[in-house]
């Protein structure tokens, strides 16, 4: 425990809640689309700001690290580039999500499909979703444990806390401008600490390379390219359909505000990402008898880094999980309060109503993830369970009814339901260890999706609504 590192943590947290406070004012906050959409009012720096924090949270710094502590950088190059090859496609889809300006992914996909896909979706949403927020909980459970004698269950509560009552107070407007906030520190502290472990504790570049263990130098790093692909297509697929992408492109100021901002989202991964590839191999060359998922954050100890470099690494990870875990809890409450309370009354909630239920939503959500983070062995395997989930069931939906004008909604309801018990099955019967399940849920789903949407054809040519029509 370093007095200096529970300082600077304890720094961050209050400028965290002061945010929090400051943006759960009700004139700030005084509607629903205020606390789920940020009043469609978000510029350009501040929504790359929120992408970047949203989508490299704890399944970054401990998750893939540990993956990249175990199979080695250009595996890691691989396995991030599912995220770069999203947002390339994020950027081009950017005016459209920003025109339909949905609350939630299920109800774009009611306009195409009909109601029974919007249900199964927000189910299959949430309980992914669920995960997502689980192992952020955890993450951040890692670092408060590290910094103070609490516990890392003790550490898991206080963050679970923590992250609840940023998503609980102002909704979005807090969240983003709390992302905004973090991603600097993150970015600061990373590549402060990748230059200070290669020029000072690995002694430079050449040392680290003769250093490295042969097979972690290879391509696959050991994998077999199947096994390789089912790291890649989980990212891939989670940030192509990740309905917190799409909620804060339909949040910017302007469509072209929107489109602007992935191209930051970009080049913030960029900057994040090359630091934590970097700093999880080169720990596998400094200690290679750690646990996996301690990969970056142990780097933070007094025999790596100063203290002061130390204790931003741990702040900046834990800004990172945080704000992601807030976003989750966000995203959540906007399926309970659109797509389940509202289709269970038949009629869409008032913006009063939407408020409250959405805080209501952000606790039970919260008490559910903590739950969850009891069933999975490790942050990496929580991670890919909770992607996978999404991905499979989701994204393919997503994108068959923004591109194919022949999918119908019996073959997407069926595909969804396919793809999720497969995923769970999968797991379930622990295979994963070999495959992940992306390898055999994602080609059933996709074949479920195509032959039954031929099969359940319209026997005449449907005239389209406006509605419908924009969605193509």
Known sequence: MQITHIFILVGYTALMIGVGLWFSRSKSVASGEDFLLAGRSLPAPVLAGTLLATFVGSG??????????????????????GTFAGIIVLFFLAKRVHQLSKYTIPQLLEVRFGKPVRIIATV????????????QFTGAGYIISLITPLTLV????????????????GGLKSVAWTDFLSIFIVAVSLIALAIYVFAVDLGGISSYVNALDPIKLTVTGGLTPLQLLGYFLPLFLLILGDQNMYQRLAAAASANTARTAT???????????????LLASGSSVLQPEIEADMAILSLAGAEFSPLLLGGLLLTGAFALI?????????????????????????????DRQALVIGRVGVLGVALLAYVMVQFFPSVLALQIYAYTMYGVAITPALFAALFWKRAT?????????????????????????????????????????????LLTQPRSPRVESGTHASLR
């Open 154 to 169: 003790q550490g898991t509560i206080v963050a679970a806390v923590l992250i609840t009552f940023l998503a609980l107070g």
């Open 263 to 277: 191209i930051f989202f970009f080049i913030g991964a960029v900057i994040v990402i090359a630091p934590i590839i």
């Open 124 to 135: 299959i949403i949430l309980v992914a979703f669920i995960g997502i927020t689980a192992y």
């Open 409 to 453: 909604g019996v073959a997407v309801a069926v595909a969804m339901i396919v793809g999720g018990v497969v995923t769970i099955t999968w797991e379930v019967q622990g295979l994963s260890e070999q495959v992940n399940a992306i390898i055999i849920s994602l080609p059933i789903t996709l074949v479920v999706l195509v032959v039954l949407s």
């Open 60 to 81: 970054s710094i401990i998750g893939a690290a540990s993956f990249i502590y175990q199979y080695g950088p250009w595996a890691g190059m691989f396995f991030f580039a």
């Open 322 to 350: 945080v704000t992601t875990g807030s976003s989750y809890l966000l995203t959540c409450s906007g399926n309970i309060v659109h797509d389940l309370v509202g289709q269970i009354r038949g009629r869409e909630v008032s």
